[in-house]
Every structure is written in structure tokens, then in C-alpha cells.
């Protein structure tokens, strides 16, 4: 059974930055892609970034590109999302995601899915 545990959320000012965390395990990852999406209440689920392991391209929102780096950890499973310059309007719940096959900016192709971070950005 997959599990993605995501941590690092929290309350940060406008212009900071924190790193959110996404430990997967219960099986290999090899062939799988890997994802941050981000939800505010009453709006749409967003691709945030992500990359397909084995692969080294990464791909980015418009809206973070040059703030938000994500990498990745393949010994240890982990996907790290690195937010810099934050703005208020990124206050979402952070969601690591994975699924079996390709990268792919829809959220209804993934299969697995964490609890979700909080991140709350103050102006």
C-alpha cells in the first residue's frame, strides 16, 4: 500500500520561505511521477510542480516558477518542495501525489494521495 506523509507547513510572512517534505513509501517508485498540488477552500485543486523519477525534467505552475524549486531524494523516497519569495495567495493545503506512469498536470490521473500540509502565508 502507498503512502505519502507530507510535513513542513506552517505560518510564514509574505517573502519567506519554508520547505514541505513528502516521505512515500510501500513500494518502488521507479516508474512513478510525482506531484505538489495545492486547494483553497471552494476553488479548484492546482498543479503546483512534478517530475517522473527516472526522468530529470520538473515542471512548474506559471504562477511559482523561479519560487518554488522541487526535488527529490531517491534513496530515501522523499520529494521536497522548496517555496521561496512566498505571497499570500499561495496559502493553500499542500498535497504530495503519485501515480503509476508518466508526469501529468491533472489530478484526477494520480492514484495516491497524502493528508496535505497547510501553508499559510501573511501579509
Known amino acids: 500500500q502507498v503512502q505519502l506523509v507530507e510535513s513542513g507547513g506552517g505560518l510564514v510572512q509574505a517573502g519567506g520561505s519554508l520547505r514541505l517534505s513528502c516521505a512515500a513509501s510501500?513500494?518502488?517508485?521507479?516508474?512513478?511521477?510525482m506531484a505538489w498540488f495545492r486547494q483553497v477552500p471552494g476553488k479548484e485543486r492546482e498543479f503546483v510542480t512534478g517530475?517522473?523519477?527516472?526522468?530529470?525534467?520538473?515542471y512548474y505552475a506559471d504562477s511559482v516558477k523561479g519560487r518554488f524549486s522541487i526535488s527529490r531524494d531517491a534513496a530515501n523516497n522523499t520529494v521536497y518542495l522548496q517555496m521561496n519569495s512566498l505571497k499570500p495567495e499561495d496559502t493553500a493545503v499542500y498535497y504530495c501525489?503519485?501515480?503509476?506512469?508518466?508526469?501529468?498536470?491533472?489530478?484526477?490521473?494520480?492514484?495516491?494521495w497524502g493528508q496535505g500540509t497547510q501553508v499559510t502565508v501573511s501579509s
Open positions: 501525489a503519485a501515480r503509476n506512469g508518466g508526469y501529468s498536470r491533472l489530478g484526477r490521473v494520480y492514484d495516491y
Open positions: 517530475f517522473t523519477w527516472g526522468d530529470d525534467s520538473t
Open positions: 510501500g513500494r518502488k517508485f521507479s516508474n512513478y511521477a
